[in-house]
């Protein structure tokens, strides 16, 4: 390709609100432009990139007995009723209607789809497994776009669906598509980790992400040696505090202090830990749930969601404390109305004579044990894990952050469950339900990504993979179309740079910019020999065009 | 692949409503699923052909210097607003608000959205001319879906856009695509005729379809030698009546008839091409247009929506006529509301003493000649072409029917005269805006036109170029594990039918309706050789295996 004739050039500058270095270089090379916010154009050379990082995808998804095929992009309303999706406010659905009154949901993920294709067909046990995938547009309707490709609101996505005869079998399948998964970002030139985390609102038990560690990540995660976990789901163990303390008996008393944590510890006297949190939130249905923890650790919002089962968890107001009988910044389990779903982390297993609110303003109870002043409506982990806290193995936790690049999620019989029909037939001739799993790696994101670990100062470093062409062919004053044409016709792909308007300088920086493996310069001073530069080196060789070809056909 | 684990099976009956010979195939084959009506999954088997399909206009297109990016599903509707296009109903637009409020149309088709983009680059006139194409999903919200995917609402379409510096330039640019089109058509398999067509709600002047005549196809056009139009804008030349008579006065009588041309036929006993047709329409203002034409002649709508540039265009009501102070069966141009915009199509020069209605209920006029007793807002072609009409090369139109699988149109300045900053610096430093054109493909129509126009009684017959497989191959009795493995690692792609609970039977039918280029068949009789058969021939033979590798690979 001849860049006078390439659309999309380079710009000195990105805008200003730009703040990702990805981003802005993306944008500078001329690979994206933004439409509307969250929703992009990939240009001539972006599309190249993509296309690449598709192919890569694809053939690692066929090795591993993976079936390409295509749903839709509108799927039928109804299909998302079905599984209760529509209730999630979570997803950020768009929905459609069309001139005939027919609802559809624009696809942001294609479980339903799936399922409702595969049911359709009498399936023996004889066809199962298989893995169906697709690469389509996906929609989500995000409040905040962010980063340029890092969250957006229309994506393309490789999505793909495991159906498997049993757990059993299923398990080899995940951890196929695991491999899988780290073999195509270890070709895409991204090293990737497979961090534990919340499934959400696909549904199933367990998930992981397969997260690139960057700062402009916005997955927050905890190593601590072999434990990898996502900080929505990430554990950790609890020594005792004060559980050799004689437990006294409980008492109420007037407590005129804020509603702060550290008003109680103030007032008191007391160390945080020796506290109550007590954190009231509201499920879809309007249901109140009191999260229960030690005064020096944190709720966890997702924990807590998911032990409740709630589509959706939110703070409830003021308001509603004051109408429930309580006060806010007094919150107590005990004696508290019946209404509410008292759900208490293990963490007050590890105290003695802790004081909390009393559920009225200026009143507090000192000595309060958990089993004997109160009782849980449900025991369950929700609590906050934070750096340096004790891993599972009993390593210290790391705080991390990446970029989720592509997630697998065990699924189960969580579709099958809620689908009726969504059966084969097993050697006995009964109906089972089929097991599913599924895995996705979203292409822009991981576009992005890459050039985020791949770049200098200059530019962007493209690994040979998925650069948009393998050699960046400048020429000086001389003319170098004949080296283009043979290039060219050795079945090499080349950007020649054949401006004759513009500086040495400009070209050099437009090749660090666009980011090319392979820079060769032809000038009056290379005679008829061709300088060799790699994007990533410094080194720079005098060779022949026969040499170069022949460099270049061996990568 | 091995049939046994491949996902979409065959099936001996397609669902009784699906009329489509090629539609019941590519169910019954295997290769596509309706989701809800026009909508459809494409299965393994059919995503194949559709990949292959793509793959060959994207090599055709790379060839003419077309640029390969992707624009968002969802565009703003401020830019359809800016040209209009909300308006047009023709289009079927459907549109979505975001939970911000934004409103999106699903794009359709993407001029607007690559006009936005371009418009956004400081050109030069180094820039132009460039062509810029897509492979997206399409939405139309059509009232029908008819055939499988012949008429969709929602598609993948090849569609591309070029920018040219002026006419000259763009009338090679059209001409390039031209004979890219026959190209690609040729390669896919396909006949196509390059049919003069309406350009409808995209805008410019004149556009030709790309159509393969099959009788299942909606395109109605015409040939007559070298000429070669769509039924919608056909012209044809007419003969004078009876201009030898001496025109009469006008004299109004009263006329006891039905509203029919008949009934004034019958009742004033004189040629059905002496009366004058009047056809009351109304444009999507509510304004009022007259098609005034020759009896024995038809009206036209689309001649007539686009000579008085209406988006839209409907019957009058019986009420609507009647309140204009005329009366349905007995309108007339002559003492006519003014509001109504009188058009008259120039086959009212080839006659004399015409007679019409009156605008009254029983009265009619004798002796009508326009030109002396009225007048014609706007005089232009507006007649409906049949078969056997003299094209404009004086050879006699043939009717014939086929499905449009491309289509190529000039834009001009449509939008460039519409979008606001469309423009480049020409050579002098003026500001110019560029010459459009674009250019579409459907993928899913071209696919089932390719299995309407290749098949048999027995199934499809795939042309080399889109199988999704090059071999079938069948085992009987004895194994052909060892033959599969040696072709794939030849390089070949093989589907191989490895069942061993299904008869030799069933095997050759579902080769057969599948469709690859050649079947293969390893058996106990067969012993060290291979059977070889076409799908497209009777003829079979024994090869070896190497001689079989040989052939394919020649391919």
């Known amino acids: 390709m001849r860049y006078s004739q390439l659309f999309g050039k380079t710009e000195k500058q990105a805008p200003r609100d730009y703040q990702v270095v990805s981003h802005q270089l993306l944008y500078r090379g001329g690979f994206i432009r933004e439409s509307t916010a969250g929703r992009y154009y990939f240009l001539p050379l972006g599309m190249r990139v993509a296309d690449r990082i598709m192919a890569v995808i694809e053939a690692e998804m066929d090795q591993a007995g993976g079936q390409k095929m295509i749903t839709p992009v509108l799927h039928p309303l109804e299909l998302w009723q079905e599984t209760n999706r529509t209730a999630s406010t979570g997803f950020e659905l768009m929905k459609i209607k069309d001139r005939r009154g027919a609802q559809f949901a624009l696809g942001g993920t294609a479980e339903e789809m799936f399922v409702e294709l595969t049911r359709r067909f009498k399936l023996s046990y004889k066809d199962l497994p298989f893995n169906l995938y697709q690469f389509s547009t996906k929609f989500r309707d995000e409040l905040r776009a962010r980063g340029g490709l890092m969250r957006v609101r229309e994506f393309t996505m490789k999505d793909a669906y495991s159906f498997d005869r049993n757990e059993v079998e299923f398990k080899k399948t995940y951890a196929q598509m695991a491999k899988t998964y780290s073999r195509i970002f270890t070709r895409l030139g991204l090293k990737t980790q497979m961090v534990a985390a919340d499934n959400g609102y696909i549904g199933g038990d367990y998930c992981h ?36 303390e004689k437990s006294k008996s409980m008492k109420k008393i007037v407590a005129k202090r804020g509603p702060t944590m550290e008003d109680g510890v103030k007032l008191h006297g ?25 005064g020096d650790l944190g709720v966890n919002e997702i924990k807590l969601k998911n032990v409740v089962r709630a589509y959706d968890l939110r703070h409830a107001t003021e308001e509603e404390i004051i109408k429930l009988g309580s006060y806010p910044g007094f919150i107590s389990p005990i004696g508290l109305s019946k209404k509410v779903k008292v759900v208490v982390d293990p963490s007050l297993k590890t105290i003695v004579n802790a004081y909390t609110g009393a559920n009225k303003k200026h009143l507090d109870y000192l000595n309060v044990n958990y089993g004997r002043d109160f009782k849980a409506d449900l025991e369950a982990d929700i609590a906050l894990a934070k750096a340096g806290d004790i891993a599972p193995n009993g390593k210290k936790l790391a705080a991390r952050r990446g970029s989720e690049v592509g997630n697998i999620f065990q699924l189960g019989y969580h579709y099958t469950n809620l689908m009726k029909g969504s059966t084969f037939t097993d050697k006995d001739g009964s109906q089972k339900k089929y097991y599913m799993g599924c895995y ?6 991981t576009m992005q990504t890459i050039a985020e670990i791949h770049h200098d100062d200059q530019g962007i470093i493209w690994p040979e993979s998925v650069a948009p062409y393998q050699v960046h062919l400048i020429n000086l004053q001389v003319s170098a179309d004949s080296i283009y044409d043979q ?41 008829d020999k061709i300088e ?8 720079i060789e005098l060779l022949g065009l026969e040499e170069v070809v022949k460099r270049c056909l061996k990568k």
């Open 270 to 294: 007391l160390p945080l830990w020796q506290q109550i949190k007590d954190l009231m939130m509201v499920n879809e249905k309007g249901e109140f749930i009191l999260g229960v923890i030690r």
């Open 440 to 445: 996705g790696i979203g292409i822009g994101r």
């Open 209 to 244: 992400e397969f997260v690139t560690e960057t700062p402009v990540g916005e997955s927050k995660y905890f190593t601590a040696g072999d434990y990898c976990a996502h900080a929505e789901i990430a554990k950790f163990k609890l020594k005792p505090k004060n559980l050799g």
């Open 487 to 527: 290039l060219v016709k050795a079945g090499i792909e080349v950007l020649y740079d054949d401006r004759d308007d513009v500086s040495a300088g400009v070209k050099f920086a437009d090749a660090d910019l666009i980011g090319m493996p392979i820079r060769l310069v032809v000038s009056a001073k290379t005679k």
């Open 532 to 539: 060799w530069k790699n994007r990533a080196g410094k080194k």
